[in-house]
């Protein structure tokens, strides 16, 4: 039986239309119950963590990537998130607090030179860190505009050396659900998982992100090494990565493995292709109780529309 809407209490928003809300009942009610128990068995907060690359920041703002719209404040943006691995409702902060950030490998496998695994300071400090204003649209329909810290994806590219068969690059998030709660409701596909074709992870736009409003990035952000592809809705920005997988075939991605009527590959934001229980023409920008319209490929068209010229039969819009 799928469930049309979450109850009231629930919604932060009455416009909130939640990923997740197809699971079924006997699903819904073990998330109930899940939740729950965190809620009663609390949880100590972690002794204060110092972040060991946070003489980086703030990193020099790179002019090139301006906004049309004012900044979201970050009190807005750091209060409304989604982080399933911490819970499937945005209030999400709380619960990432138990991410643990120190020790964080990275793996760099697969199609490459050679594989290998880099601790997390080395791989941030061997990177050119900027500073960009992107705008953020979530498949359900609202948005922020937020100035990231962190690298262009090619220079991690460049980094791993992958092979010329190599088609796409995976990305993973950790996999620990005595950590991450939320990796204890076993229907969920984890790790979190998800990919682009090497001409979008090598694309100009193409950023990973490791901080946040001129600081290194919060846990509730996907901290420490997230992605930022700002033409694709938000679920295509993967946080919290502990896996760079070099493939020549395409991945099934975490909510395509869930919902793959609802959300593909591509996942390329188009206001005129609605997503099946919502409309996607307009978006509400987190922090106001404005609508504002969206734009075709959020609107980066101008760098990356190309990407996709002559792809016929792909479904480009969800
Ligand atoms: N590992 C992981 N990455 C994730 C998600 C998630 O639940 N787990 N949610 C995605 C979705 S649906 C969105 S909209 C963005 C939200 O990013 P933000 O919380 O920084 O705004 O993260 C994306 N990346
Ligand atoms: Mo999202």
Excluded at 108 to 116: S, Y
Aim: overall charge positive; proline content about 7%; charged content about 25%.
């Amino acid at each position: 039986m799928l469930i049309k809407s979450a109850p009231s209490w629930q919604m932060p928003e009455r416009e909130a239309t939640p990923e997740h809300v197809f699971l079924n009942r006997r699903h819904f009610l073990a998330a109930l119950t899940v939740g729950t128990t965190a809620l009663i068995g609390g949880r100590a907060f972690a002794a204060k963590e110092v972040d060991p690359t946070a003489d980086l920041y703030p990193a020099q703002r790179n002019k090139s990537y301006a906004l049309d719209r004012p900044l979201t404040e970050e009190s807005d943006a750091a209060a409304y998130n989604n982080f399933y691995e911490f819970g499937s409702h945005k209030r999400i902060a709380m619960e990432a607090r138990a991410l643990k950030l120190r020790p964080w490998t990275v793996s760099f496998e697969g199609l490459v030179e050679k594989e290998r695994q880099v601790d997390i300071d080395t791989l941030i400090r061997a990177m050119p860190l900027e500073e960009r204003l992107y705008r953020m649209r979530c498949v359900e329909a609202w948005s922020m505009a937020v100035p990231w810290s962190g690298f262009a994806m090619s220079e991690l590219v460049k980094y791993a050396k992958p092979l010329s068969s190599a088609k796409y690059v995976v990305m993973q998030t950790f996999l620990d659900p005595k950590m991450a709660s939320g990796q204890k409701q076993v229907w969920y596909p984890w790790p979190y998982t998800e990919g682009l074709t090497m001409a979008e992870a090598t694309n100009e736009l193409a950023f990973m992100v490791t901080g946040i409003y001129g600081k290194p990035l919060p846990k509730q952000f996907g901290a420490p090494l997230r992605l930022a592809v700002p033409w694709k809705y938000g679920f295509k920005s993967v946080k919290s990565i502990v896996r760079f997988k070099f493939t020549d075939t395409r991945p099934v991605t975490f909510w395509e493995k869930i919902q793959s009527a609802e959300y593909g590959f591509w996942a390329n934001v188009n206001p005129e292709v609605d997503h099946p229980r919502w409309s996607q023409a307009s978006e509400r920008v987190l922090g106001t109780n404005k609508r504002v319209p969206t734009l075709p490929y959020n609107g980066y068209g101008e760098q990356v529309a190309s990407l996709y010229s002559g792809m016929k039969g792909e479904k480009l819009f969800m």
